[in-house]
């Protein structure tokens, strides 16, 4: 299934488009390659794009002491942007970056609000789609600052069970917030644990 077939097969999940609303869906998107490594978003940047990832895996990360502090992965089937950035036109304080060669396609500010303001169903496929990162970002941000490196560690292992295999050890360490050697023993006491 090609990208945009991919994406108009997600929004008639959530509703059913029109013909109409279709075609100017795909007249919106333009597809973006990244190379694994590549960033969609660097903080100090406006967010001028939501992406919609076709392919492939990407980051959220922040600074934080100088390191590089992960709290969110995410894969094809997904939308990626900094909501906030995109919709005040204020500079990010958000990494987005390719951990996989990735193909996405991407829609700027003005495209998405014709896209509201045109259609019927737009502003019900948009609330849903940010609701849903709304949740996702919440969900992190309270396990942040309430679970120790373990239970963060479970909870990586319970909601990311299937990108295990793509996800570099070191960006795992930097997701649980440990050094790598540290995830090894946590991983170790773990698989103890569980067996």
Do not use: W
Not at 12 to 36: D, V
Not at 86 to 115: G, M, P, R
Request: glycine letters at 4%; a neutral charge.
């Amino acid at each position: 299934m090609d990208a945009l077939a991919f994406l108009l097969h997600l929004l008639n999940q959530i509703t059913p488009l029109e013909e109409s609303e279709q075609e100017l869906i795909a007249k919106s998107f333009k597809p973006l390659s990244l190379k694994k490594g590549e960033y969609f978003l660097q903080s100090g940047e406006v967010n001028k794009h939501v992406g919609f990832l076709a392919k492939g895996l990407v980051r959220y990360f922040v600074f934080k002491d100088h390191d590089e502090s992960t709290f969110i992965f995410t894969k094809e089937g997904e939308f990626i942007a900094d909501y906030q950035s995109f919709n005040n036109n204020t500079k990010s304080v958000q990494n987005i970056q390719a951990i996989e060669d990735c193909e996405l396609l991407v829609i700027d500010y003005k495209s998405v609000q014709n896209v509201f303001n045109t259609t019927k169903n737009g502003n019900l496929i948009g609330r849903l789609i940010v609701e849903h990162r709304f949740d996702v970002m919440v969900h992190q941000l309270l396990a942040i600052y309430m679970q120790n490196h373990e239970e963060r560690y479970q909870s990586f292992v319970t909601h990311y069970s299937d990108l295990n295999q793509r996800i570099p050890q070191y960006l795992i360490a930097s997701y649980v917030g440990v050094k790598p050697e540290s995830l090894s023993r946590i991983r170790r006491r773990f698989a103890k644990g569980v067996s």
